[in-house]
Nanobody
Framework: EVQLVESGGGLVQPGGSLRLSCVAS????????MNWVRQAPGKGLEWVSG????????HYEDFAQGRFAISRDNAKNTLFLQLNRLEAEDTAMYYC??????????????RGQGTQVTVSS
């Protein structure tokens, strides 16, 4: 079965950190670029970060630059997103999304069920 399964979310205080994971199965993970997107309550999907299939090039939305870090382990079919210096505005459901063989920043490819990140004191 082709699927993505996210994990690692939770409740964290402002300024805290979390590491999100996304495990891929059923397809050749190493041949696809990947993205993280998020959706806050009552809002649309928002692109967060992306990475090329080989992991050599990363991309970040302005709000994520310098605070978040995307990475991947192709040997373990896993995508990561390190979230640092979290703010209340980062509260959202976070999804990993499969892109093309090249990175395009797509919001709408194959995605998992999401993992909830809540930033609150």
């Amino acid at each position: 079965e082709v699927q993505l399964v996210e994990s690692g979310g939770g409740l964290v205080q402002p300024g805290g950190s979390l590491r999100l994971s996304c495990v891929a199965s059923g397809f050749a993970f190493s041949t696809y670029a990947m993205n993280w997107v998020r959706q806050a309550p009552g809002k649309g999907l928002e692109w967060v970060s992306g990475i090329t299939s080989d992991g050599l090039i990363t991309h970040y939305e302005d709000f994520a630059q310098g605070r978040f870090a995307i990475s991947r382990d192709n040997a373990k079919n896993t995508l990561f997103l390190q979230l640092n210096r979290l703010e209340a505005e980062d509260t959202a459901m976070y999804y990993c999304v499969r892109d093309q063989s090249y990175w395009s920043g797509s919001l709408y490819g194959l995605r998992g069920q999401g993992t909830q990140v809540t930033v609150s004191s």
